[in-house]
């Protein structure tokens, strides 16, 4: 070690400046700071010495070339997130699907959205069709009604669009839609 | 501008004003990532596990990305994510001078160049690992990233003294390995 000198203290208390050398090549001192290590390696062969010797760590930790990521390492982490995240997606769907299913076994069909096709036709709620068409109201239970619905083909006007035969084609298209979106993402 | 050196910074790195995507950011600054984390870790199986777990903080935390240096963004949480898979394991020897011709690694330069490039960033990685986990941390952050004191302070939450201490032993160790 160098002696310190007594009559010009460069750093606190007097001492060598350590670490202060290093915050001085990388502009972290204050002007004043800056300027007494400077006076001080100035006159101290040692701290000279070693602010080389640290500007020369300095300079090959910066000088060291940036690395290039193994080929296809991100894209493949990309990828992966990118699917799981998909999927992720495709059960949200899978489960608002069941939801709006569920939800709608639970809720009357309502009388008033019939195709343009179809004659206005409710379920009333003695468990009878009221035909707007022919204004008649059928019984499905009484002998004079007819036969109970399922044992015949019923008349066009009398196309049956009960709620399971909804269902049905709802949960058809329901299946379709999330097993080509499964198929997607798996694939 | 928070990142004063721009060495690691390709195209300039200019401030973003809308938050880019997470696939955008992992694609264009992956590599970037990549050299921190092997700086880090000094080993590129070790590497590619941080990348890994940085790009999914990225991706959870890329919501509370603020305009800016992005890489200086993706430094710290590569840095902080280094450190707490050190204290989690915490069975690292810090003497581990690597000898493996795996972490030769290519380069664009002439194959001279490279050659000499590789067998100096060898023996620089091998003195890096020598240090201790949090020595190396707060000298990658300054002279990988190019972080202010006070940045690096903020980051690993230590007082800027902290922050120039071990800038300066680190430093010096350093230059003791390499001689």
Known sequence: MSTVDPLEPAGPGGEHPGDLLSAHLDGELTPDEAARVEHHVASCADCRTELEELAGARCV????????APTGLVTGIVRARQRASRRGVALA????????????????????????DRPEMALTSEGRRFDAGLGTTIDRTSPGGGT?????????????????????????RVGDAVSGLLHAVGG | MRVRRTSLRRGGDAPVDDVPSW?????????????????????????????QEVLLRVQRGLATYRPGSIEAWLGRITTNAFLDDVR???????????????????????????????VLSDDVTGALQALPAEYRATVVLCDVVGLRYEEIADDLGVPVGTVRSRIHRGRALLRTALA
Do not use: K, M
Request: aromatic share 2%.
């Open chain 1, 61 to 68: 930790l910066r000088s060291l070339p940036p690395v290039a």
């Open chain 1, 93 to 116: 769907l899978v489960a608002a699907s069941l939801a709006v299913v569920v939800g709608l076994a639970a809720t009357p069909v309502p009388g008033g959205e019939r195709g343009p």
């Open chain 1, 148 to 172: 109970p619905a399922g044992l015949q083909r019923p008349r066009p006007a009398d196309r049956d669009d009960d709620r399971e035969s909804l269902l049905d084609r709802l949960g058809d």
């Open chain 2, 23 to 51: 696939g955008e950011v992992a694609r264009r600054h992956g590599d970037f990532v990549y050299t921190v984390a092997y700086r880090l870790t000094g080993d590129h199986h070790d590497a590619q596990d941080l990348v």
């Open chain 2, 88 to 118: 989690r394991r915490r069975r690292r020897p810090v003497v581990a001078l690597p000898d493996d011709p795996d972490q030769v690694v290519p380069s664009s330069p002439s194959v001279d160049e490279a050659l000499a490039a590789d």
